[in-house]
Each structure stands twice: as C-alpha cells, then as structure tokens.
T-cell receptor, first 111, second 116 residues
C-alpha cells in the first residue's frame, strides 16, 4: 500500500519562506508531485520530482530524497494568494496511472 | 490548449434522478481520471481510463458508471445517488507514459454535485 504524511496546517507571514514536508512509503516509486488547491477550486500542478535533488520553478522549489522517502515544497517571497492547500501525491510502480494523494497541508499567509 | 473542461459546474439532483457529468480534453492525453473530493479532504480516485479502456475501478458503487466514448471525452453517469455522494467531482487527464515514468495529471474545474 501507499502511505503519505504531510502536516495538516501551517501559518506563515507575507514575504517569508515556508517549507512544507511530505514523507511517503510506497510500493515502488515513479514520481512525486505537488499540487496547489485553493478553496472550492481544482488542484493545479506545481512541480514533480523523479530523481533526487532540487527542482526550482520561480518562487517554488521542490526537493526529493528517494532513500529517505521524503520531499519538501519550498515557497519563497510568500504572497497572500499563496494561501491554499498543498497536496503531495506519489505515483507508485504498480497500477500505472494511479497516484496517491496526501491529505494536504493548509497554508495560511498572514500580512 | 492545456485545459480540461467539465460540465456542468454545479448540479443538484434528487435520489431518483439520472444525470451525467462530462469531461473533455484536447491535449492528446491518453489517460483520463475521475476523482471525488469532499470538503477539506484530498481527491479520492474513482476510475482511470487508459487508451479508452477502463484500467482502474477503485471499488466504486455501481450507481456511478463511467464511459469513455473517445480519447478526448469522459463521462460519469449517475443514478440513484445518495446524499452522502454530494461532493466535488474532478476530472483529470495525463499523457499516460506508462509504468516507470512520471505522468503529470491536469485537473478540470470540477462539478459541484448536491444530492437531495
């Protein structure tokens, strides 16, 4: 089976940096994805990692360590619009097409 | 075109009604998905179609019936639903690069379903 853990809630200040962690245990591994979801809206793709290391996309970076079953999403220069739920999803090696989502981390950005 | 569209945006139905949700993508993606999402919960996978064939059914009750008429369209037929089926129903698509390769899913805006 697959097990994914993320913190439930986080709070940060506008302009600051926040790191959202995700740990996973899966049957095989074919990529870890981060999605952003604003309340009442659909998830939107942010980044994916398949190899160890850091992937940077503007204010967002995602890191992966496959040996530790660990990833984080780093958000820099926080803006109020970054207040959302951040979902970590892992694609295992069985059942091609199936990704398992973590419960999501609700980030609140305060002025 | 990187968009997945879904209709309707909102749907209210009684427990005896029959309705359908529709999803469309023109990105040439060969995998399409239905998810159910309750408030403050992550998306919960229901069905996966790969190359127009049903590849995953996550033990979904038969009152939900998926259909993939062609590679761009995905339907979800609803019949005799229960109030607890009220949720946001999300459609997604991906390239379907096969096991061993990452495959980003792109989500539609969802249909907000209320069952009375």
């Amino acid at each position: 089976g697959q097990n994914i853990d993320q913190p439930t809630e986080m709070t940060a200040t506008e302009g600051a940096i926040v790191q959202i962690n995700c740990t996973y245990q899966t049957s095989g591994f074919n990529g870890l994805f981060w999605y952003q979801q604003h309340a009442g809206e659909a998830p939107t793709f942010l980044s994916y990692n398949v190899l160890d290391g850091l992937e940077e996309k503007g204010r967002f970076s995602s890191f992966l360590s496959r040996s530790k079953g660990y990833s984080y999403l780093l958000l820099k220069e926080l803006q109020m619009k970054d207040s959302a739920s951040y979902l970590c999803a892992v694609r295992g090696s069985t059942n091609a097409g199936k990704s398992t989502f973590g419960d999501g981390t609700t980030l609140t950005v305060k002025p | 075109d990187t968009e997945v569209t879904q209709t309707p945006k909102h749907l209210v139905m009684g427990m005896t009604n029959k309705k359908s949700l529709k999803c469309e993508q023109h990105m040439g993606h060969r995998a399409m998905y239905w998810y159910k999402q309750k408030a403050k919960k992550p998306p919960e996978l229901m069905f996966v179609y790969s190359y127009e064939k049903l590849s995953i059914n996550e033990s979904v009750p038969s009152r939900f019936s998926p259909e993939c008429p062609n590679s761009s369209l995905l339907n979800l037929h609803l019949h005799a639903l229960q109030p607890e089926d009220s949720a946001l129903y999300l459609c997604a698509s991906s390239q379907e690069r096969g096991a061993g390769l990452p495959d980003t899913q792109y989500f539609g805006p969802g249909t907000r379903l209320t069952v009375l």
